[in-house]
């Protein structure tokens, strides 16, 4: 294209179209003008909403799929660390555990392998760490208040406090799975009936001075008594004093020691 001709198209847009800028002008780099091209894109049908921006063509980009469809691919249940399982249908952490004890009167109903030793007052042994467990309660939507402890000010135990959970424990009896309360399986001193059915409460234990984790060190994973190291902790305060020990093992309830038993931490329904 020669000079003469840039300069006849320009001047000629110039007289049709007097609204056209400097630098639309400049444009018109072939024998067809700006103008020409604004003409044939005003002549396009306008969008539904001529006044919304147009994002990215929805022709390369797949539809959403519907809610339902998201919902029914979302894992259910996890093995998020060995011996720990999350079921988010149900929202429940379930825990690997064995029955070690029978008889006797308790401070905890599941103790964690640790250094202090406590397998002469607890039902349950697991292998899964405190810590581990913490966080699984995290992950399904729990939060941790703080456990029992004495003010030494008001001379006072104080209770635990946090998220509320219901302990179950399932296991085989009689070719077939059986889940119930924990609470099935304790007696009350000072009625002697079964323990009445209660929540525990997601105390969350508390870290040591040099940076572990307290319920580590002691393994107090369900507790009955008032253990500042506990993870969960009932809601009112029970002495850890070998005199007032108020709870001791039903044995007529609970499965035979060595038995393999799920130990089911579920968020608390006020409704059931």
Not at 51 to 78: C, F, L, Q, Y
Not at 99 to 111: C, D, K, N, Q, S
Not at 129 to 140: E, H, R, T
Request: glycine content about 4%.
């Amino acid at each position: 294209m020669n000079v003469k001709r840039i300069l006849a198209a320009l001047l000629a847009c110039a007289i049709a179209c007097p609204a056209c800028s400097p630098s639309h002008r400049e444009d018109h780099v072939s024998d067809r003008s700006a103008c020409d091209l604004a003409d044939e894109r005003s002549s396009q049908p306008a969008p539904a909403n001529a006044n919304t921006r147009m994002g990215p063509s929805t022709a390369t980009r797949p539809a959403d799929p519907p809610a339902s469809t998201v919902e029914a691919t979302k894992p259910r249940r996890i093995e998020y660390k060995p011996g720990i399982t999350l079921d988010y249908a149900k929202l429940q952490v379930e825990i690997d555990a064995q029955v070690i004890l029978r008889r006797g009167e308790l401070e905890l109903f599941a103790w964690s392998k640790a250094p202090v030793p406590k397998e002469h007052e607890t039902i349950l042994v697991v292998d899964a760490k405190p810590s581990d467990v913490y966080a699984a309660l995290g992950l399904i939507g729990l939060t941790p208040g703080t456990p029992p402890h004495f003010d030494a000010q008001t001379k006072m135990p104080i209770p635990a406090t946090g998220d509320r959970v219901d302990v179950f424990v399932r296991y085989r009896k009689n070719n077939r799975d059986v889940e119930h309360s924990i609470c099935d399986w304790a007696i009350d001193k000072s009625r002697d009936q079964p323990l009445t059915r209660r929540a525990w409460v997601f105390c969350g234990s508390h870290p040591t001075e040099n940076g572990t984790f307290a319920a580590d060190i002691e393994g107090t994973l369900v507790t009955v008594v008032d253990f500042p190291t506990s993870l969960l902790s009932l809601a009112e305060t029970h002495s850890e004093s070998n005199a007032d020990l108020w709870l001791v093992a039903n044995r007529d309830a609970i499965p035979d020691e060595g038995t393999p038993v799920k130990l089911i931490l579920r968020a608390f329904d006020a409704s059931k």
